[in-house]
Structures are given as C-alpha cells and as structure tokens.
C-alpha cells in the first residue's frame, strides 16, 4: 500500500457558547483549566458585563477542535 491510499484526516471544529456569573479570580481560575486541559480551545469572543457586588457576567463563544478519520 503506498502513502497516497490512506485518507486524510479531516479538521474539524464545533463553536461552543456559554455564558456565567462569577467573581473575575474564579473565572479567570476557570480560564486557566480549561488551558491546562488538552483539547485545544480557541476563544473567539468574550463579553465582560459588571454585575452586583463583585461579580461579572461573562459570555463567551469558543472553537474547539479534532481529526476526523
């Protein structure tokens, strides 16, 4: 079998979108897992809103990826 017969895998991605309340130590906590995990996550927009007290409205939409084989 040459190289040229095995399909390549394909590239693709799903947008995720959430939003939450939080303090910004404890979203930035939650940030920082989610970069420590090792699915790569892309984040392509994040709105920031101020809240009651110390809290923040966070709404983010993010890209995720994987190989389709």
Do not use: C, K
Request: aromatic share 14%; net charge negative; no cysteine.
């Amino acid at each position: 079998l040459s190289a040229a017969s095995f399909a390549a895998p394909v590239l693709d991605t799903v947008t995720v979108t959430f939003s939450a309340t939080a303090s910004y130590e404890d979203f930035v906590s939650f940030l920082q897992d989610l970069e420590a995990n090792l699915r790569i996550m892309d984040i392509n927009h994040l709105t920031v809103t101020a809240a009651d007290g110390n809290m923040y409205a966070f709404q983010v939409q993010m890209q995720t990826y994987w190989l389709r084989q």
